[in-house]
C-alpha cells in the first residue's frame, strides 16, 4: 500500500503543500486526502487519532505527525530535498516540533484568501484518494 498524506482541506497552504509534494514525488509514491473527507476520517479513525492542526502521514501502518511526518515525506522525494530532510532529522524533535507549530498556527495567513482551491493537474489527480486504499 502507498503511504498516504492526510492534510486540512480547509487550509489553502495546505492544499499548495500536498500539490507541492505530489509534483516533486517523482516516484509517484504518496497518496493524499484531505482530513475531512470520507477517506480521511476512516484512515485517522482507523490510527485512532484526530489531526489537530497537522499534516499526516500513514506509512507501514504507522501514523506520523508535524515535523516527523515532514521529514518522512521529504526522505521520499528527489534531490535536494531528501538530503535536507535527513538533515532536518539532526535537529531534536522538540525543537522540530515548535518550529512545525509556529508555521501550523500561520498557515492560514500564508496564502491569499481565495474562494476555491485549485484542481491538481490531470497527471496528478488520481492520486488523491476519493475512495479507500485497497
Do not use: T
Request: with cysteine; proline share 6%; net charge positive.
Amino acid at each position: 500500500m502507498h503511504p498516504v498524506i492526510l492534510f486540512d482541506g480547509d487550509c489553502l497552504f495546505c492544499h499548495a503543500s500536498a500539490h507541492w509534494i505530489a509534483a516533486r514525488d517523482r516516484q509517484a509514491v504518496f497518496r493524499f486526502a484531505a482530513q475531512q473527507s470520507i477517506v480521511g476520517q476512516v484512515l485517522l479513525a482507523k490510527q485512532e487519532m484526530s489531526a489537530e492542526d497537522s499534516v499526516v502521514l500513514i506509512e507501514n501502518g504507522c501514523c506520523y505527525v508535524k515535523s516527523e511526518a515532514v521529514l518522512r515525506i521529504g526522505r521520499r522525494l528527489a534531490w535536494p530535498w531528501n538530503w535536507m530532510a535527513a538533515a532536518g532529522f539532526l535537529i531534536p524533535r522538540l525543537l522540530r516540533d515548535h518550529m512545525y507549530d509556529a508555521i501550523a498556527n500561520r498557515r492560514h495567513r500564508l496564502v491569499p484568501k481565495r474562494d476555491h482551491c485549485q484542481l491538481p493537474p490531470p497527471e496528478l489527480r488520481a492520486r488523491f484518494l476519493d475512495e479507500l486504499p485497497q
